[in-house]
């Protein structure tokens, strides 16, 4: 059973355009995270937000969590190609485990 | 930021053998890492918890005789897949927690090739 479902599966678009990837639940979360992967290397952490209605801006990305902790969205403004790649976000159930549940993914491609 | 190494990088076997992954928190200790498998195209799936001198906590379905895991001390954990298949064939990531709770930081990963 998935617990996280991100949205879209793929998404390609032109540089200069803007995004938005949707990661929900039906669980509730203490923290959640988000993920960039490229291709044959592991995920990098982009951010973490532990507080419901937490909106945290890192360049030309937004992430927000939701006000329930049960979901969480990511807004590229302005994509670029470097932009591409496995986009995964991951929720702890609880503060006290490390455990982490991976969304679904996002695979984003974006062309010059 | 934490680093988290993995070895080798990519390793091809034959059918029958035991393939041994490394994964090691470089400047911190963790008494907990992750291991996971990603087939391509997929997100990551979690096989089981490494804990720091004590038995490895595996996930429903994850065979815990064919992935052997150890976790000999603060800095190194290992995956062994024993009597590899070609389903087997994989990339295998390690990850770790350094300090605060719930955020994890990954290794490179491994990609074997069971031929």
């Known amino acids: 059973t998935q617990l996280l479902e991100q949205s879209p599966q793929f998404l390609s678009i032109q540089e200069g355009e803007n995004l938005t990837v949707y990661c929900n639940s039906s669980s509730v979360f203490s923290s959640l995270q988000w993920y960039r992967q490229e291709p044959g290397e592991g995920p990098v952490l982009l951010v973490t937000v532990v507080t419901g209605g937490e909106v945290k801006k890192l360049k030309r990305l937004t992430f927000q969590f939701g006000d329930a902790r049960k979901d969480s969205s990511l807004h590229i403004t302005a994509a670029q190609p470097g932009d591409t790649g496995l986009y995964l976000c991951a929720g702890a159930r609880s503060y006290n485990t490390d455990k982490l549940i991976f969304g679904t993914g996002t695979r984003l491609q974006v062309f010059p | 930021g934490a680093v988290v190494s993995q070895h080798p990088s990519w390793v091809i076997c034959k059918s029958g053998t035991s393939v041994k992954i490394e994964c090691r928190s470089l400047d911190f200790q963790a008494t907990t890492m992750f291991w996971y498998r990603q087939f391509p195209k997929q997100s990551l799936m979690l096989m089981a918890t490494?804990?720091?001198?004590?038995?490895?906590?595996?996930e429903q379905g994850v065979e815990k005789d064919k992935f052997l895991i150890n976790h000999a001390s603060l800095t190194l954990s290992t995956l062994t897949v024993t009597s590899a298949h070609p389903e087997d064939s994989s990339f295998y990531i390690c990850?770790?927690?350094?300090?605060?709770?719930?955020?994890?930081?990954f290794g490179p990963g491994t990609r074997l090739t069971v031929l």
């Open positions: 490494s804990n720091e001198g004590s038995k490895a906590t595996y």
């Open positions: 990850s770790a927690p350094p300090e605060r709770y719930n955020e994890q930081f």
